[in-house]
């Protein structure tokens, strides 16, 4: 349901659970279809009211829906005005214009409704050659982005196919992880890698020397993989049933945990050679991660790194995350890194 | 221009800004960025004159509204406003439920009227 206008449809991405408790708890129980304004400062207030001015002009909202929407109102100006409205429920606002204005407020909903407040201006002055209109949207900004992923995710189900999407800092190992990966489970089912890189079609290549089918995606200037150059690359490489997807992202720990790739879980490696801290530094990336693989641990007995700590990190970031001591190179945990892949496979 | 996921996050808002406005010319764009996004506002806004030149937002206004990380402990209930994603309530716990920092949103484009 639209949380703006208590709408049932939705044109925009829904919002999160988070926007929903927002909005109830900024609601009064008993005002559920009251407009919510909010406002820079902080303030609102509930009118029903008429205030005397040097001048005045009433806006008439003919809302005749019950329903919440907020908006925020930032305008400089020199005047305040008052308004009166009509309305069959009250809300609070409180604008500040400096421009005369007949101001229309077009509030744009999911479902294309729109409502056209006409303005009535008491100066007999039409103004309506210098009006602008406001949108209220409420738009995801990354809409576009989640309805690729949403569609992934689909087409993925159809195929039985299980997506894990790797990522972390440069040089943590994802990429002889993943060679080491490929050949230790390559017999009991079918793989495909996806690579992201910003250049080169290095690690592609060497994804495919292990045997497997591997599309490279270089991303330029960007610094992550998004829904759209997944679903390209799933397009390109037509994976068949219950197939095993590797995604490796560009190696970057802070902007790849925005974008849902449409992929079943997203693994985030760490190594030993970095620091123990790196879950607090890097807490949206920790935070977005359902398993943890802690990488190049063969290499524990020659850096001052605190396995133990580096874990409680983690979990003060991300609570019920799972963190898997492993080495690409001595083979050490990997047992659990698969037993791992075999579960989420049972879930799908 | 530098790598940043903040630049695509400013092409999205300008593509649905422009959408919105239609053949309207857009003169002021509000977006709510929650602390818990990763998103930088000075970063949305460096790359904000670029993405918009040549489109129907060029010239616009892009306000930006920051919302708190509004964390309610699981444990307790006691609410907290965090800095980060991440934190130890007063009793002790770090789970939480987050009641507000998630947005990432266009809430309002505003465009001029014809001339």
């Known amino acids: ?348 | 221009m530098p790598p940043m996921h903040e630049l695509g996050i400013t092409q999205e808002i300008v593509a649905i800004a422009a959408e919105a406005a239609g053949d309207a010319r857009v003169k002021r764009i509000v977006v709510e960025v929650g602390r818990l996004t990763a998103v930088l506002p000075d970063a949305l806004r460096f790359c904000f004159d670029i993405c918009s030149e040549g489109t129907s937002a060029a010239g616009a206004t892009l306000e930006i509204i920051e919302v708190a990380a509004l964390a309610r402990c699981l444990a307790c209930g006691s609410e907290h406003e965090l800095d980060q994603p991440f934190g130890v309530c007063s009793c002790g716990r770090t789970e939480f439920d987050w009641i507000t920092g998630e947005e990432l949103k266009v809430s309002i484009v505003e465009v001029h009227g014809c001339a």
């Not at chain 1, 991405?13 to 005002?31: I, K, L, Q």
């Open chain 1, 1 to 348: 349901m639209c949380v703006t206008c208590g709408c049932s449809v939705d044109r925009s991405t829904p919002e999160g659970p988070a926007d929903r408790a927002r909005a109830g708890a900024r609601r009064g129980s008993d005002d559920r279809s009251r407009p919510m304004h909010d406002h820079d400062d902080g303030h609102g207030h509930s009118h029903g009211h008429s205030h005397d001015h040097s001048h005045d002009h009433s806006h008439d909202h003919d809302h005749d829906h019950g329903h919440d929407h907020s908006h925020s109102h930032d305008h400089d100006h020199g005047h305040d005005h008052s308004h009166s409205h009509d309305h069959d429920h009250d809300h609070s606002h409180s604008h500040d214009h400096d421009h005369d204005h007949s101001h229309h407020h077009e509030h744009r909903h999911g479902d294309g409704h729109d409502h056209l407040p006409e303005p009535r201006r008491s100066d007999g002055q039409g103004g309506r050659a210098r009006a602008s209109r406001e949108h209220v949207l409420q738009t995801a900004i990354l809409a576009k982005n989640d309805r690729i992923a949403a569609r992934t995710r689909g087409f993925l189900a159809d195929c039985n196919a299980l997506a894990l999407n790797l990522m972390s800092s440069p040089g943590a190992g994802k990429t002889t992880l993943l060679e080491r990966t490929i050949r230790d489970m390559q017999g009991a089912r079918a793989i495909l890698v996806i690579e992201g890189d910003q250049a080169t079609a290095c690690d592609a290549d060497r994804i495919r020397k292990t045997g497997v089918d591997a599309i490279q995606i270089n991303t330029g200037t960007g610094c992550h993989l998004d829904a759209a150059m997944v679903e390209s690359a799933l397009h390109t490489l037509q994976p068949g049933q219950d197939v095993l997807i590797f995604i490796e992202n560009v190696g970057n720990l802070v902007c790849p945990a925005l974008f849902d790739l449409g992929e079943h879980a997203k693994v985030v490696v760490a190594s030993v050679t970095e620091g123990d801290d790196k879950p607090l530094k890097y807490p949206y990336m920790f935070r977005a991660g359902s398993l943890v693989l802690l990488n190049k641990v063969d290499l524990l007995p020659h850096v001052p790194f605190d396995v133990a700590r580096f874990v409680d990190n983690a979990r003060l970031v991300n609570p019920h995350v799972e963190v898997l001591p492993v080495s690409a190179i001595t083979g050490a945990g990997l047992d659990s890194w698969y037993a791992w892949i075999r579960t989420r496979d049972a879930r799908g």
